[in-house]
């Protein structure tokens, strides 16, 4: 009788097994792409939010003296008319603000397209318009609404930490406030990913069997892609507010030191877009080794039958 042996290769592996290899640079111009459209969108944010400051200044008349002592002396009326928005930034015919409106979300546009052409390039495969738009529709179909119930239930668990009482209770569930919808947004690009990069691995014969796969590749792993998705948005939310409390602190008093500042928020962009990256990747290596385990599988019968 024949025999063979087993192991870690040949059987069936969760997303937490390729996190270490998902890191690895691949230094291709599909990487380069990706994090240079994220850099741009932090360009232009910053380029926003300086005008911002600039129409606060001109609001206060220099009385909150945010440009020689930036945040120790901002006063409670200037930070609600900041945190609302000067009538001359959002206001829907102001050139600054449509302008910005429409150059973020052209960007936004490219950095979800460099997305795609990463996950394709690491398949050998070019990155059709077809299967990313359809996996976006399949992606709605099977993990909408499941993900709006999940993120219910975990609400849920949120005001029970508040029920406690207790200050430390009432901080973790503010943060976990903070960090739900941001995590659910994050899982729910993962199942449009497994959905997209699924149509690129093997073609759609049957409708039914595709959407049944994905859902089961996805819901299969909850715990996996979730807590992935709760780790990465943490890391990424903790280091834009070290970044935010380091220009805080340090103050942007002089062309150097917001330029200075404006070079650290560039640099957490770039160590974010990597973390994004990595999801990415992650993705496309889980559904690579479950394609092989399945035509190993395959193999494997025909050749006993």
Known sequence: METF??????????????????????CSREDAEFILSWVALTLAGAWSLKSRWLDLMTYSNGSSMLAQDWGTRLSGNDLVYFIKGSPTITNVESWVGSVFILLSSGILFLILRSGWRLQAHMLGQSARFSPWIKGLGDALIIGFLPTILLGWLLSWLTDSLRWIGSLPMMWAAFVWTILLPMALTSFWMMQWSICRVQRLLEPVTSYKDHLRFCFYMIWKNIGSWLSLAIMSTALRVALSYGALWMAWRWGAGTSAALGSVILIQVGVTILNAGILRCLLVNVVHFLSNQHFVLKTVEDLKRRVL
């Open 5 to 26: 042996q087993t192991s870690n290769e040949y059987s069936p592996q969760g997303p937490w097994a390729f996190i270490k290899k998902s890191l690895i640079p691949i």
